[in-house]
Nanobody, 128 residues
């Protein structure tokens, strides 16, 4: 059974930084994309960033480009990170990681058939 566990969320002031981690266990496929998605209550889940496993190709949603950086543990490939800098109040959400059986360019939560497992989420709150 594939499990994902996120950590690293918290409360930070505008302009601050946080680093999220996602640990994947139980995955039997050698190659899969890991993505970060966020959702606020009453809003649709949106893609934040995704990263391939074989060539580290990445995808970022426009609103986080230049501020967020996704990476993946080079040795094990089972851990992904999301470094979030210059945080804004509009970044406040619950951040979930997920495995995706497709390229990072498929980083879209509506591609439901392409997703494997999801983590429970980590809350990020950015205060003004």
């Amino acid at each position: 059974q594939v499990q994902l566990v996120e950590s690293g969320g918290g409360l930070v002031q505008t302009g601050g930084s946080l680093r999220l981690s996602c640990i994947v266990s139980g995955e039997t496929l050698p190659y899969y994309t890991i993505g970060w998605f966020r959702q606020d209550p009453g809003k649709k889940r949106e893609a934040v960033s995704c990263i391939n496993s074989d060539d580290d190709t990445t995808y970022y949603t426009e609103s986080v480009k230049g501020r967020f950086a996704i990476s993946r543990d080079k040795a094990k490939k089972t851990t992904a990170y999301l470094q979030m800098n210059e945080l804004k109040p509009e970044d406040t959400a619950t951040y979930h990681c997920a495995t995706l059986y497709g390229p990072a360019t498929w980083c879209d939560p509506t591609y439901t058939a392409s997703f494997g497992a999801w983590g429970q989420g980590s809350q990020v709150t950015v205060s003004t």
